[in-house]
């Protein structure tokens, strides 16, 4: 069974600096692995989604990497705000055969301090 | 268009209660996710819909749990009867078959009693 896992759980920086985020999963046969943030007391956004024939996806502050071979997935948010300040979750798509059907990973909760 | 929508977005019962959760998706998404988060588990998928046929209901936790698609604006999520450890936050989510993103609405905050 796919198990996601992210390390840390609770991470707080100061205002400027580029947050690392961490994902990994135990079975590289994925076919896509996507972003979220989640705010308190709201639903998911979708954040970036890489297919598992990428190996990076940009938007704006964000950048998302993924290293199927390893397992591995990493957001970075350079420059980051206390805007930033959320949960970001990854979630990946196990199988071709399993559309829409994601396997979250716990979540790590970012503080962004002014 | 405003989204997912959910109601009721709180809820408190009693144990033993029926509890009904409502959701709307998006007009034109033909994909419907109902995810159950948790302290304990994260976020769980519990069933979804496409074209308003149940998909893949293999995270339904138990009988207790059901979930209809009347039609394409329509979806509920019943819990029948409520035990304190279904206290969750519901999340319903749409999305469109050309476009894998998905879309979530702000979630029922559930607490049995």
């Known amino acids: 069974k796919q198990e996601v896992t992210q390390i840390p759980a609770a991470l707080s920086v100061p205002e400027g600096e580029n947050l690392v985020l961490n994902c990994s999963f135990t079975d590289s046969a994925i076919y896509n692995l996507q972003w979220f943030r989640q705010d308190p007391g709201k639903g998911l956004t979708s954040l970036l989604l890489i297919q598992s024939s990428q190996r990076e996806q940009t938007s704006g502050r964000l950048n998302a990497s993924l290293d199927k071979s390893s397992g591995r997935s990493t957001l970075y948010i350079a420059a980051s705000q206390p805007g930033d300040s959320a949960t970001y979750l990854c979630a990946v798509r196990p199988s071709t055969d399993s559309w829409g059907k994601l396997q979250f990973g716990a979540g790590t909760q970012v503080v962004v301090t002014p | 268009d405003a989204g997912v929508i959910q109601s009721p977005r709180h809820e408190v019962t009693e144990m033993g209660q029926e509890v009904t959760l409502r959701c709307k998706p998006i007009s034109g998404h033909d994909y419907l996710f109902w995810y159950r988060q948790t302290m304990m588990r994260g976020l769980e998928l519990l069933i979804y819909?496409?074209?308003?046929?149940?998909?893949?209901d293999s995270g339904m936790p138990e009988d207790r749990f059901s979930a209809k698609m009347p039609n394409a604006s329509f979806s509920t999520l019943k819990i029948q009867p409520s035990e304190p450890r279904d206290s969750a936050v519901y999340f319903c989510a749409s999305s469109f078959i050309h476009q894998e993103t998905q879309y979530f609405g702000p979630g029922t905050r559930l607490l049995v009693l």
């Open positions: 819909f496409n074209n308003n046929v149940p998909i893949d």
